[in-house]
């Protein structure tokens, strides 16, 4: 039977809450995931497509060595929407690039995260599993069952879990905050976590991971690639929005090996409290780059690291950024 919304953002916090290493780890991501849905309301679908999510099987210093790239779209997506994107990022060299398509009418309650002590049941809709040759350049199907996907990296026993109590307040916000958005963007959203906390998780072997929020083409038909943040300007550092160096150097590495240009879109708000919206910006990661060079780097927040890390941040200037529309 389909869920519905609120059994998917319900099964959403399920998934997040069993593989973060704290609260703020968890609210930090939920925060993300506002301002990309908020990215979807504004803008549409009709401009973007999924951008797709990165894992290392086993390096811990950079997403992008040794690693799978997977994008995960609904059962009527056109796969070949995807095939110029996919050819131009095989110049990464990927140990395996795959499109997964779902159907968002068939679902079964299946188990998911199983731990020593207890098994998370989530529903898991039916997935049809496209592999992509860059040979020549095409998508085939190679099956249904999503251990394609999982089996790239090796199994945990037992598998670990986040052993830090969650407050019940934090699942309430996420229904609270994301109900108002469409129902297929949440679902996508799901699934795509579904695939990355839920089967892989903390029950794989993997290195670092990363993400590329969307793709568009611009009014000359070229391919961007967009990360977009939800960020209020600093009270005590430099006037303007950081990056932490080591996305910054995905970003870099990803634009000089494909040729696609990177950009950063920020819904900027009012305050982290009230998180008011102000308005859309964006810089050209290049742009971002050459305004922070030489410059002095902050300590940012955790994001999803524990709060004991280090993670240095570059702030480029407010007045470096442009109002973001789009014709």
């Given at each position: 039977m389909k869920p519905n919304k609120t059994d998917i953002l319900i099964?959403?916090?399920?998934?997040?809450?069993?593989n973060v290493i704290g609260e703020k780890q968890l609210f930090n991501r939920y925060k993300g995931?506002?301002?990309?849905?908020?990215?979807?309301?504004?803008?549409?679908?009709?401009?973007?497509?999924?951008?797709?999510?990165?894992?290392?099987k086993t390096s811990t210093s950079s997403s992008l060595n040794d690693a799978i790239y997977f994008v995960v779209v609904p059962e009527d997506a056109d796969e070949n929407n995807y095939l110029?994107?996919?050819?131009?990022?095989?110049?990464?060299?990927?140990?395996?690039?795959y499109l997964v398509k779902y159907n968002s009418d068939n679902w079964e309650t299946l188990p998911v995260m199983i731990f020593p002590e207890e098994t998370i049941c989530l529903p898991v809709?039916?997935?049809?599993?496209?592999?992509?040759?860059?040979?020549?350049?095409?998508?085939?199907?190679?099956?249904?069952?999503?251990?394609?996907?999982?089996?790239?990296?090796?199994?945990?026993?037992?598998?670990?879990?986040?052993?830090?109590?969650?407050?019940?307040?934090?699942?309430?916000?996420?229904?609270?905050?994301?109900?108002?958005?469409?129902?297929?963007?949440?679902?996508?959203l799901y699934v795509t976590r579904l695939i990355f906390d839920?089967?892989?998780?903390?029950?794989?072997?993997?290195?670092?991971?990363?993400?590329?929020?969307?793709?568009?083409?611009n009014s000359s038909g070229k391919i961007r690639l967009i990360e977009v943040k939800e960020k209020d300007l600093p009270k005590k550092a430099k006037k303007g929005f950081g990056l932490d160096v080591p996305r910054i150097d995905d970003f870099q590495t990803i634009q000089k090996a494909s040729g696609l240009k990177y950009f950063?879109?920020?819904?900027?708000?009012?305050?982290?409290?009230?998180?008011?919206?102000?308005?859309?910006?964006?810089?050209?990661?290049?742009?971002?780059?050459?305004?922070v060079e030489g410059g002095m780097t902050v300590e940012g927040g955790t994001g999803m690291r524990s709060k004991y890390s280090k993670n240095p941040t570059l702030i480029c200037s407010y007045d470096k950024f442009?109002?973001?529309?789009?014709h």
């Open positions: 099964s959403l916090h399920s998934l997040l809450s069993h995931f506002k301002a990309e849905l908020e990215f979807c309301k504004e803008w549409g679908y009709d401009t973007f497509l999924e951008g797709g999510t990165i894992i290392s110029e994107i996919y050819h131009v990022l095989s110049s990464l060299r990927f140990c395996e690039m809709p039916s997935f049809e599993i496209l592999r992509y040759s860059d040979g020549t350049n095409t998508f085939t199907k190679i099956g249904t069952d999503i251990s394609i996907i999982h089996n790239n990296f090796i199994d945990i026993n037992p598998r670990g879990k986040n052993s830090h109590p969650i407050d019940d307040s934090y699942r309430e916000w996420l229904k609270d905050n994301l109900d108002r958005f469409a129902e297929k963007d949440i679902i996508n839920g089967y892989i998780g903390y029950g794989k072997e993997k290195g670092k991971s990363s993400d590329i929020d969307f793709i568009m083409r950063l879109i920020v819904r900027h708000v009012e305050d982290q409290k009230t998180r008011t919206f102000k308005e859309w910006l964006f810089i050209a990661i290049d742009d971002f780059v050459k305004d442009s109002e973001f529309v789009i």
